[in-house]
């Protein structure tokens, strides 16, 4: 085969809002979007420049249209069509709806609502003369909440539609040919894929990526399920209680935060020592609750008791855990976040009341 040169471009990036997660516990934390009156100007410089770098724009939001993903993806809409009306493509895609109960198949409902768009934007190619026969005339852009698992789900699947174009256009593949027929291959490209979406992943949320059966298989499988658990619980535990000092590290390096000598340490917080006792207590009553289920008594009223005793206090503990959970997590100490129980400000300063904030929480991802 003479030497040819084929490429295809995509963009991942977070929704363009002022907007940001404060973790409280709860394994999904709450979502606050900043009134902040330089958010159309910076969406829009934001959008100015991918389509001045990349021409257009094919956008791939993937949050779900329920709980608390819905404000921020009906506050992204509402700029697109406010601002690029006829000028952007933008496609709200329910990942998690459209593919619940490992229908991963339903990925193609997606690719045909965008068909004509993609066909129009080609790819590049560039001849064994190093012509140009063909230009990329737009991009994907695609994103969910924190532009890692569901992305780059369906940033694998668009990739893998493109070579199978580039591969049939050059003479590889016969024109009904699929790169999916060569199982050597296609194994090396998913196996590309998913170790992308885990480097990115492990640097972000410090877990391999979820999701990453799919982008290894084609499939989503039962055990793909309960490695995605564990590196859900492990998520949740480095976001709760270990990312504000990594937030911190972050800080310090880009130059954030600058130390004043001056000023107080930050390290120093004030909780009340009733929070403090709170997770002590709930493992003293766990292990209470254990001895008196399993010791050496026969079982009688008195017993009963003492059982429903340990489990109504265990969970008047959780209640109150998850009622002062900002209190007990680990939240960064150089920069506050901004609307942490420890500060009603953000950017300029300017003081927001959490009551004027509308805060919508979700039970699924």
């Known amino acids: 085969y003479s030497k040819q040169v084929y490429s295809y471009v995509q963009t991942r990036g977070s929704i363009p809002l002022y907007w940001q997660q404060v973790i409280n516990v709860n394994y999904y934390p709450r979502l606050f979007i900043e009134p902040n009156i330089n958010t159309k100007e910076s969406f829009k410089k934001h959008f100015d420049e991918q389509i001045e770098r990349y021409k257009g724009q094919i956008v791939i939001n993937l949050i779900n249209k329920k709980g608390y993903e819905l404000r921020i993806g009906n506050e992204f809409s509402k700029l697109i069509e406010e601002l690029y009306k006829g000028k952007i493509t933008y496609i709200h895609f329910d990942f998690h709806k459209e593919c619940s109960k490992m229908r991963w198949h339903r990925l193609s409902l997606l690719i045909d609502q965008i068909e004509d768009d993609l066909i129009k934007q080609g790819y590049y190619h560039e001849n064994e003369n190093g012509e140009v026969v063909q230009e990329q005339n737009s991009v994907c852009r695609t994103n969910c909440m924190d532009c890692l698992d569901r992305t780059n789900v369906v940033q694998s699947v668009l990739a893998r539609r493109s070579l199978n174009l580039q591969l049939r256009e050059s003479g590889v593949l016969g024109p009904q040919q ?188």
């Open 178 to 365: 699929k790169v999916e027929e060569d199982k050597s291959f296609i194994n090396k490209f998913n196996n590309i894929w998913a170790d992308n979406a885990n480097a990115m992943s492990l640097q972000y949320s410090g877990t391999n990526a979820l999701k990453t059966d799919f982008t290894r298989t084609g499939k989503r499988t039962k055990m793909g399920a309960f490695t995605d658990f564990e590196n859900s619980v492990v998520r949740y535990v480095k976001n709760n209680f270990m990312d504000g000092r990594r937030q911190d590290g972050f800080d310090f390096f880009l130059g954030n935060y600058v130390v004043d000598r001056n000023a107080p340490s930050p390290f120093i917080t004030v909780k009340s020592p009733r929070v403090k006792f709170l997770p002590f207590a709930l493992i003293g009553s766990i292990c209470m609750l254990f001895l008196t289920l399993f010791g050496r008594r026969e079982f009688s009223s008195s017993l009963l008791i003492e059982i429903l005793f340990w489990i109504v206090l265990i969970i008047g503990i959780i209640q109150q855990i998850f009622s002062n959970g900002e209190d007990l997590v680990n939240k960064p100490s150089f920069i506050k976040p901004a609307y942490s129980g420890s500060s009603h400000q953000y950017g300029g300063g300017a003081p927001i009341q959490l009551n004027d904030i509308t805060v919508r929480k979700d039970k699924e991802k």
